[in-house]
Structure formats: C-alpha cells, structure tokens
C-alpha cells in the first residue's frame, strides 16, 4: 500500500487545513448539477444536495463489539472525518447491543457510545447517518462471531422496536441526522418483504421524527437491480440509498469472507468496465427523475488487495459518476482495511486515494 512519510503533527495540521479547503473548492459541474426533489419537502432536497462528499466509520460500532475488527470510532477518527468530509455515515449494530427479545432495550452504555460520535459529528456542522447496520439475522445470513442470535418469532419486531428506541433517543438532534433505515437488506428481505419492513420501520420513526430526513434503499444489497421492487411509503422526506461496487471481481478481489474464493490480479476500468459503472447511476439517475425522490450513493470502495494504481482510476471515475448527476457519496470507509483512505500505522492518508476523492 501507498503511504507517504510526513510526521504524523504535519499529517494531521495537513488533513484539517486539506478539510477546510475541501469544504470550500466544490468544482463548479459538481454545483451546478441537482436531482429531481419534486416528491420530497425542501428541506430534505437541501439535505439531499448538501450530502455531498462522505465517508463511513466503516468497520468501528457495526462490529459485533467496537473494537473486534481492528479500528475503534477514536476521537483523532471521528474529528478527522468531521474536517474533510461533508458527510459521515456511521454504521451501528445496534441489534447485538440490545434485549434479544421482542422489546430489543438497547443497552445504555453502548447507546451512549454512539452519542458521542454522533454528537461530536454534528458539533462539527457535517451531516451524519447512523443506520442499522448487520443485524445479520433478519437478512437471514450467516452470525459473525460474536454475535448473539434471538428466536426467529422477535427478529423482525426487534427491528422495528430498535427504530422506535433510536428515534426517540435523537428525536432532538439537528435535522443534518439522518436515519437510514437498514445497510443493504438481502436474503429472506428481497424484494416485497422488505418493502413492507421498511413501512412498519419508518412507521414508528415518524412517531417522534416527524419530518426527519430518512434513507431507504433497494433491496439486492442496496443495488440498483432491485430498484424496481422497491416501493417506498408516500412520505415528502425520504432519500433512496444505494451502494456500487462495480464491478464485483475487481472491488471485492482476494477478499476471504464470501463461500467461493475471490481472485486477485483483477485490473479497472476498460472501456467495458467504465460502462458498467455509468449504468449504476445512469439507473439511479433515471429511477431519481421517475419519482422525483433523491438518491445517495451510500458505500463504494475497492479492497486494498486490487493494485493501488486500478483503485484510484476506480475511485474517481465512480465520484466524477456521482457528482455530475448531483448524487452524494459516501466512501468505504475511513480507517480499515477494506479500503480505508487514512492509514492509523501510518498516522496519514493513503494519499492516492485521498487525492482520487478530495482533490
Ligand atoms: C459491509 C462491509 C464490507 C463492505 C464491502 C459493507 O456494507 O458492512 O463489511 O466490507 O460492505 O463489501
């Protein structure tokens, strides 16, 4: 992997100044481009464009316990993501941290963690999105080690109360959170079932968030596919959610958690492969002006097994995607090894990938 040498005082002065740039040299195409909002309320088209770049705490609290897989939400993390980001989206599995009963009651310590973040995302002035994130159960995936698993008769009723639980706790909180209702419904969801979930969910969110900003996205992973099956409550403040990681071979190669191996060696992006990706948001764009509600690109990012020089034509061929047709994008992810864009051994961006996304 591509690491420069600076000191870690000059890297971080370096990604606060670069943050307060960043903020500042939006390119004029990506200004001037706009999604359809005529479904939705004003305040939530503004949201919607004001999502701009992001980036996800990826791998820190959706961790069966904070800390398992290799990165914690630090406060250097979460004040570097806040300085060069717009957005930050924060990942939660909220279900492990929760009654395995019906009533799921959230377990106050870790509630509290997850106000931390959230609370010192939006002193920040960035939006953030915190949505439930692998409740592998109700996808009906396979459980990561360790995390616990409930009757199946309270799986889809803990999903529901844990939403009723999350809004109340932030029903107060600034209009830049946004709750995204479930990170890439799947399996046993595809399709009609998740449609009518995502119905009971926002259901109890409007309870006490009346008109806040709140993301659903197609089933099939969050994929574009799967967008015809989607059909969304009749709600003036909703905002589709889809990931892209296309093509597959090349952004999930060598990866070891799926049954069949991924290979490496896998280049991006021929001419075949650069049509592929303008599909994906040549769909959400066309999906956005059928119905007049806006898109967000969620996720997208290339495992850090692929050749550094093909991630970063990848990367910013995917942000030019998103930003000519005005769609937000979130980065996966920040500080991992999927394909984190700052190196905590390093104590500095991965700078190849910065430049692809900021600059
Ligand atoms: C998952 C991650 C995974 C990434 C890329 C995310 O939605 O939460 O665990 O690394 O997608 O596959």
Known sequence: MWLNTRGARGARLAALACGWFAAWLITPAALAATQDCRAVTPETCAVAHGLRRGVNLGNMLEAPREGDWGVRAERALVELAASNF???????????HAAPT???TID??????????????????VYVIVNVHHYTQLVGGGRHNREFSVEPDVVDTRFVNLWRQVALRYQNRSPKLIFELLNEPNGRLDGEPWNKLAAQALTVVR????????????????NVRDLPLLR???????????????PDDFTHQGITWRPRP????????DARQKQGIARVFETAAQWNRATGVPAHLGEFGAHSAGDMAARVTWARTVRDEAEQRGIGWAWWELASDFSGVWSPPARDWVEPLRR????
């Open 86 to 96: 717009q957005t930050v989206r924060v990942p939660v599995r909220w279900s492990n």
């Open 102 to 104: 019906a009533d799921a």
């Open 108 to 125: 106050e310590g870790f509630a509290r963690r997850v106000d931390e973040v959230i609370d010192a995302l939006l002193r920040r002035g």
């Open 207 to 222: 309870q006490t968030n009346p008109t806040r900003s709140v993301m659903i996205g197609p089933s099939y992973w969050n």
């Open 232 to 246: 969304l409550p009749a709600d003036r403040n909703l905002v589709m959610s889809f990931h892209s990681y296309e």
């Open 262 to 269: 991924m290979p490496t060696g896998i280049a991006c992006c």
């Open 356 to 359: 692809a996304l900021l600059d």
